[in-house]
Nanobody, 125 residues
Framework: QVQLVESGGGLVQAGDSLRLSCAVS?????????VGWFRQAPGKEREFVTA????????FYADSVKGRFTIFRNNAKNTVYLQMNSLKSEDTAVYYC?????????????????WGQGTQVTVSS
């Protein structure tokens, strides 16, 4: 069973950087999975942010975060990171880490079968 635990959220100012972590258990280095980050702002639907193939190097980003956010992983630590730079007030949301068997359909929440509890990111303007 795949389990995910996010950390690293907090309150920052616009233009600041923040790094989120997602500790993943239940996957091996060769597991054919994809791990993604989604976010949900108050009163809005959950939206895709970025994803990475667990046993490869393929990454995928939402247009709204391209050039500002970077997803990467450390296999030795079984952790996926979300580096967020040049944060904007519209990035304020609860950020969720999710994992699912690899499908290539990175942006669809239904492709992910395991979800973390979320971590709050608040960007003040």
């Amino acid at each position: 069973q795949v389990q995910l635990v996010e950390s690293g959220g907090g309150l920052v100012q616009a233009g600041d950087s923040l790094r989120l972590s997602c500790a993943v258990s239940g996957l091996s280095v060769i597991s054919n999975y994809q791990v993604g980050w989604f976010r949900q702002a108050p009163g809005k639907e959950r939206e895709f942010v970025t994803a990475i193939r667990w046993n490869g190097i393929i990454t995928f980003y939402a247009d709204s975060v391209k050039g500002r956010f970077t997803i990467f992983r450390n296999n030795a630590k079984n952790t996926v990171y979300l580096q967020m730079n040049s944060l904007k007030s519209e990035d304020t949301a609860v950020y969720y880490c999710a994992a699912g068997a690899y499908s290539g359909n990175y942006a669809w929440a239904g492709a992910y079968t395991s979800w973390g509890q979320g971590t709050q990111v608040t960007v003040s303007s």
